[in-house]
């Protein structure tokens, strides 16, 4: 019996595996359900079927986006000095969205990470895995910031929209850019002084902007592919607005308040409902891609481990278990 370490405590490897199995059994096929009914009653089924090329490129080019955050949760598992091989890192990652978008609410996300990356680290312990998991939220928060602070000079919301107050003034904007410039300073001051790795935290804040801004190259080639007249740095505000309110943790089936927000902000840029729904639909496959990729890794994994647990067999009751000699305690010598 191997226990797992995680912020929530140790876990029972075996108990745990049993779980996921059971959470892939039910959630993946119920999901695949309603996500079938979504893409015939409510997404636009016969627009993307017009144009598979454009789709596929957008797809592709999204995957490539989500794949760059494992190279973030790479750095913040060096941030903390956990010794998981990169290999390992990247699968956890990739499993991972899986369980984001299939389960609802996003439930057993962070628990499945910190197990799996407890599992392949020696040095992961309980605070040092709630600690990665705080930070990667701050890299990927710092890089939305980041587009935002780009995007927002070069947008404009149409005329009567709700959201034009969305758009800074000069003097917010240089606020916004000075406050930006405080923090690097302050994690530069840390660094130096006190926790020397602590300056990962800037290649991993550059790594999420540059996966988010792949993720709107991946949108804006379905706009372009469809016509639909829409700005690189709309999109990638929009894209930002999307990422903000996922933070609110009400999911099903990868569909949360950051689907409404999009097709919101898309409206205000002036494009219809139903380019607005298209554009979304897009960025909500990408993340469907990505996830059957994790699903697909993590049932292999699975079958496996049951392949291995039926080879084996129970241990029968009369077999002695084996002694550790190095052990003193008188437990072990009977």
Request: glycine residues 10%; aromatic residues 10%; positive net charge.
């Amino acid at each position: 019996m191997v226990f797992l370490r995680t912020p929530f405590g140790s876990i029972d490897s075996d108990k745990l595996r049993h779980r996921l199995i059971v959470a892939q059994l039910v959630g993946a096929p119920v999901g695949l359900v309603v996500l079938g009914w979504l893409l015939v009653n409510e997404l636009p089924l016969q627009q993307l079927q017009e144009n598979w090329i454009g789709l596929a490129s957008s797809v592709l080019l999204g995957l490539l986006g989500l794949e760059l955050f494992g190279v973030r949760l790479w750095l913040m598992a060096r941030l903390f000095a956990l010794d998981a091989p990169v290999r390992a890192v990247w699968r956890v990652h990739v499993v991972t969205m899986f369980y984001y978008f299939f389960l609802p609410a996003g439930v057993g996300y962070d628990l499945v990470r910190a197990a799996k990356l407890g599992a392949a680290s020696s040095r992961a312990g309980g605070w040092r895995l709630a600690g990665l998991a705080s930070m990667e939220r701050v890299a990927g928060g710092l890089g939305l910031v980041l587009l935002l602070l780009v995007g927002l000079p070069f947008t404009d919301f149409a005329q009567g929209s709700d959201l034009r107050w969305l758009n800074p003034s000069p003097r917010v904007w240089w606020t916004l850019v000075a406050g930006l410039v405080v923090l690097v300073g302050l994690v530069y001051l840390l660094a130096r002084r006190r926790y020397p790795t602590l300056r990962l935290l800037y290649p991993a804040t550059l790594v999420s902007a540059l996966a988010y801004a792949v993720l709107a190259a991946g949108i804006w080639t379905a706009a372009e592919a469809w016509g639909v007249a829409i700005e690189p740095t709309e999109v990638l505000v929009a894209l930002a607005g999307t990422l903000l309110f996922q933070l609110i943790p009400v999911n099903l089936v990868g569909v949360s308040f950051g689907e409404v927000a999009a097709v919101a902000i898309y409206m205000a840029y002036g494009l219809a409902r139903p380019e607005a729904v298209l554009l979304t639909t897009v960025a909500y496959l990408q993340r469907l891609a990505a996830a059957l990729a994790g699903g697909g890794l993590e049932g292999v994994a699975s079958a496996r481990w049951l392949l291995t647990r039926r080879q084996e067999g129970p241990v029968p009751a009369d077999r002695p278990h084996p002694v550790d000699l190095t052990n003193p305690e008188p437990e072990q010598r009977r």
